[in-house]
């Protein structure tokens, strides 16, 4: 696992856009939340990649399908547009379908067979990746997922009211995560710190979830100075 320290959050989204750059995806495998999104601005201004396809991680149930919130609207919004992607060259999970397990297995599914180059990753700061809560084990695929509490109130911030934020979500699972060829995770903020140290010094732990990501031979991890303070001082 490479780690990459920048002086700040504006910093890591260059050098992640720079290493994303590198594996020259076709197939990106996008994220959602607040920190991966100074690497989408950094991808739009680049002029050498040629992505066709983006691939989404999760999507909460139960929103309305024109709700702002909706990880497809987001990932339209802050990657597709900036990037040029067309809507119906972005995957995400049916989370209106009548059968949602049988909509996470066919996720799967489609994320195996479109074969991801890069998968950038946030991280909660409990450690989960996609909505991969802690307890999830390594093996794990694309799955209905209740989340919890903790995510729920870090979630709050982009909700009217912090009862709007959904209890359940589709997400991919670890093992579908590391089938992507190289993965960036990106981690910004001193609210990160503790599950970063966690991270990079292992061991893997199915209580820190992104501790899986050590048994991937092309992991990279940006991070910015708040974000890495506590290396060393544990
Ligand atoms: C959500 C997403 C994760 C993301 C996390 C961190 O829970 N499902 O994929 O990594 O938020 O978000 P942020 O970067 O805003 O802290």
């Known amino acids: 696992m490479h780690v990459e320290v920048c002086r700040d959050a504006e910093r890591a989204g260059v050098t992640a856009a720079a290493i994303i750059a590198e594996g020259q995806p076709r197939v990106l495998g996008v994220a959602t939340g607040s920190s991966p999104l100074p690497t ?4 739009a201004a680049r002029t050498d990649l040629s992505i066709e396809t983006l691939v989404l991680l999760d999507e909460y149930i139960g929103l309305d399908p024109d709700h702002p919130e909706r990880y497809r609207t987001v990932v339209l919004r802050d990657v597709a547009v900036p990037l040029g992607v067309p809507a119906h060259c972005v995957l995400s999970p049916d ?16 994320v195996r067979t479109s074969h991801v180059d890069v998968q950038i990753l946030g991280l909660g700061r409990n450690g989960h990746i996609a909505f991969n809560e802690p307890g999830t084990p390594a093996t794990s695929t694309t799955r209905v997922v209740e989340l919890t509490e903790a995510t729920r109130r870090d ?11 959904p209890h359940r979500a ?11 060829r190289r993965i960036v995770l ?13 991270l990079l010094h292992g061991p893997v732990d199915t ?3 992104a501790t899986a990501l050590l048994a991937h031979s092309d ?3 940006v991070v910015d100075e708040e974000a890495h303070h506590l290396i060393g001082a544990r």
């Open 40 to 43: 989408y601005r950094a991808l």
């Open 95 to 110: 989370v209106d379908a009548a059968d949602l397990h049988d909509a996470a297995a066919r996720y799967d599914e489609l």
């Open 155 to 165: 979630n709050a911030r982009f909700f009217e009211h912090p009862d709007d934020v």
């Open 170 to 180: 589709i997400t991919q699972g670890i093992a579908t995560i590391l089938a992507a």
């Open 186 to 198: 990106i981690a910004t903020g001193a609210a990160k710190a503790d599950a970063i140290a966690r």
């Open 207 to 209: 209580a820190v979830p």
């Open 219 to 221: 992991v990279v991890v």
